[in-house]
């Protein structure tokens, strides 16, 4: 066989594997291959900017894919949060329960762990019994800020505690899963949360920086989408609604698919389509897509069609807390993103009753006391300029 012969049979040898190779990965039902595809499309067709690399698969691939989309979305449209399932004698965590005693030291521990019962407990108890000086103004002043995680404290999901500042009802936790980081906000007084708009709400929105300084919050993060022709929007142009103490500073949306998730005046954050006959009942209120969880139950299926991304998620345990989930993504090596029904397993654990999915990918960002403790896909790093933002408001100051 000539030199010449054997290069061409190598070659016709290559395009052969390359095309079963394009072939498997483009057709296969195979789940693993199967659920990388579906990502794989999702996330780019879900990104204005690198919708092209969706496009390496034929179209009748992608169609399928995000026929998913919507179904999904169809079903959303009828989703609406009551709070009427949830059961009265509802259990935190077992042995958090509250246990009467005469001991008044022993009662305000046992009150303590009552109300923080996410945090394992036991370990809890032995390390601030190694520090009694935490404990030199009592329960109700007790802060630890640990940000890089060296005391190897945990919750009771095995979640490093970063912040515990019981003056400020905060729990500040990292979460971690199969390619992506992010952190845990739990805030233990809902009205500590209030949304804000930017001073220059129709010009230019607001790094969440600036509205920390600008309010002297405590945490920041990121809520509503904006219009951003091109990926180069100012974040003045909200898209949906914005309420905030009864009235309206947006425009409702007429996607079908998108929802409202408000907090009303009686402390409880509700999933719904647009509340025309009450908004007056709302302290805060916007309008994105997808509901995540609603009244106790998961309401995404995978991804939802929206692949791995920056998440930012807000939702309210069974107990009231405000559970505020910032996830960060496109970052190879650090982390990739999650789906919403990632979003949806961590809030799961901390006894999510509602919770519904906000702006995404480079906005998503969280602010915590001068900082951000996310690392934002951004340019900046800092993620966008927002028409708006959840704060939670320092002791005193709500």
């Known amino acids: 066989m000539?030199?010449?012969?054997?290069?061409?049979?190598?070659?016709?040898?290559?395009?052969?594997?390359?095309?079963?190779?394009?072939?498997?990965?483009?057709?296969?039902?195979?789940?693993?291959?199967?659920?990388?595809?579906?990502?794989?499309?999702?996330?780019?067709?879900?990104?204005?900017?690198?919708?092209?690399l969706a496009k390496i698969f034929p179209q009748s691939v992608i169609d399928e894919v995000m026929e998913g989309a919507a179904n999904q979305r169809e079903r959303q449209k009828s989703l609406v949060s009551t709070w009427d399932s949830l059961a009265p004698e509802v259990v935190y965590?077992?042995?958090?329960?509250?246990?009467?005693?005469?001991?008044?030291?022993?009662?305000?521990?046992?009150?303590?762990?009552?109300?923080?019962?996410?945090?394992?407990?036991?370990?809890?108890?032995l390390y601030l019994k190694q520090h009694p000086k935490l404990l030199e103004n009592g329960y109700g002043e007790l802060l630890i800020e640990d940000m890089e995680g060296a005391l190897g404290?945990?919750?009771?999901?095995?979640?490093?505690?970063?912040?515990?500042?019981?003056?400020?009802?905060?729990?500040?936790?990292?979460?971690s899963g199969e390619g992506y980081q992010g952190k845990l906000a739990i805030v233990k007084d809902a009205a500590r949360t209030e949304l804000v708009k930017s001073n220059r709400l129709g010009v230019r929105g607001q790094e969440?920086?600036?509205?920390?300084?600008?309010?002297?919050?405590?945490?920041?993060?990121?809520?509503?989408?904006?219009?951003?022709?091109?990926?180069?929007?100012?974040?003045g142009q909200v898209k949906g609604s914005m309420i905030i103490d009864g009235q309206e500073y947006g425009t409702h949306s007429t996607e079908?698919?998108?929802?409202?998730?408000?907090?009303?005046?009686?402390?409880?954050?509700?999933?719904?389509?647009?509340?025309?006959?009450?908004?007056?009942?709302?302290?805060?209120?916007?309008?994105?897509?997808?509901?995540?969880?609603?009244?106790?139950?998961?309401?995404?299926?995978?991804?939802?069609?929206?692949?791995?991304?920056?998440?930012?998620?807000?939702?309210?345990?069974?107990?009231?807390?405000?559970?505020?989930?910032v996830i960060d993504g496109r970052q190879i090596g650090y982390s990739l993103g999650c789906t919403v029904a990632d979003c949806a397993d961590i809030l799961e654990g901390y006894h999510a009753w509602q919770a519904m999915n906000m702006d995404g990918g480079s906005s998503s960002v969280m602010w915590y006391n001068g900082s951000y403790i996310t690392k934002s896909s951004s340019v900046s790093g800092r993620g966008r300029y927002m028409p708006d933002a959840l704060i939670v408001r320092k002791k005193g100051a709500e």
């Not at 404290?153 to 979460?175: F, I, M, R, Y």
């Not at 106790?296 to 791995?308: A, N, P, R, T």
């Open 208 to 235: 969440a920086g600036e509205f920390g300084a600008q309010e002297d919050a405590l945490l920041v993060i990121n809520m509503s989408g904006f219009s951003d022709v091109g990926g180069h929007g100012s974040g």
């Open 2 to 52: 000539s030199k010449r012969t054997k290069h061409i049979c190598v070659s016709a040898l290559v395009v052969s594997l390359l095309i079963f190779a394009y072939c498997t990965i483009a057709f296969s039902q195979i789940a693993f291959i199967e659920k990388w595809r579906t990502l794989w499309i999702e996330t780019a067709m879900t990104t204005n900017s690198h919708q092209w």
């Open 256 to 325: 079908p698919h998108w929802k409202f998730c408000g907090l009303r005046t009686d402390g409880k954050l509700y999933v719904s389509n647009y509340p025309w006959d009450d908004i007056s009942d709302y302290r805060w209120g916007v309008e994105f897509y997808p509901a995540i969880i609603v009244d106790g139950e998961c309401v995404v299926d995978g991804s939802y069609c929206m692949g791995l991304q920056p998440r930012t998620v807000v939702g309210q345990a069974v107990n009231g807390d405000m559970l505020l989930l």
């Open 153 to 175: 404290l945990v919750t009771s999901q095995g979640h490093p505690v970063l912040v515990l500042d019981t003056a400020n009802e905060l729990l500040l936790v990292k979460v």
């Open 93 to 125: 965590g077992k042995g958090n329960e509250v246990k009467d005693t005469e001991n008044a030291a022993e009662q305000e521990q046992e009150n303590f762990f009552a109300r923080y019962w996410e945090l394992d407990t036991p370990e809890f108890r």
